[in-house]
Structure formats: C-alpha cells, structure tokens
C-alpha cells in the first residue's frame, strides 16, 4: 500500500463520489482499500476504492480511536483542507 495507511483522509476522484472525503479503514490487495466516511459507509461496511481514484491528504486520524462518531467529526473538522491549503495534496492516480 505504500504511502498510504489505515487512518488516513482520502477524496475520491472518480465515480458518483467524486469529491466526497473518506478515511481509510482496510487495505485490501489489488491496490485497493476499504473506505468509510461515518454515515452511509460505516466501518462496519466499507466502500472498496481503487487507490488511482484517491486523492490522498496528509492527515491521519489515530487508529486506536477509530469509530463512525470519530470518522465523522474527523471529516468534519476537515472538511475544507484542500480550500485552505492547510495540507500538501498527493495525486497517486498516475494513468
């Protein structure tokens, strides 16, 4: 998975959800890691995304407090990161 780890904020880049943030939840193989953002995609049932259709952020939310309420103030308190230009943006979706 590489620079990318459990805990991290992502915005998706491709698809119905584009532009809707997530934190990384799982990894799975095949470049692709399971997201969740609190409300519809839960930890409990997170969305498989292809890491080329993430934008991946700097930030990370602690691993050992990670909940839906957790994930959902995460993403809230964030909300406007790419806005303010508070964090470097990384665009891995090379192709």
């Not at 991946?56 to 790419?82: C, P, T, Y």
């Amino acid at each position: 998975m590489g620079l990318l780890k459990v805990g991290q904020l992502v915005t998706s880049k491709m698809g119905r959800d584009s532009g809707k943030k997530y934190v990384v939840v799982e990894s799975l193989p095949d470049n692709h890691v399971g997201v969740a953002d609190g409300f519809v995609r839960k930890m409990d049932r997170p969305k498989r995304k292809n890491l080329k259709h993430l934008v991946i952020h700097g930030l990370s939310l602690g691993v050992e407090k990670m909940d839906d309420k957790a994930i959902r103030e995460f993403i809230e308190q964030h909300s406007n990161v790419e806005n303010l230009g508070e964090e470097g943006l990384t665009d891995h979706g090379q192709g």
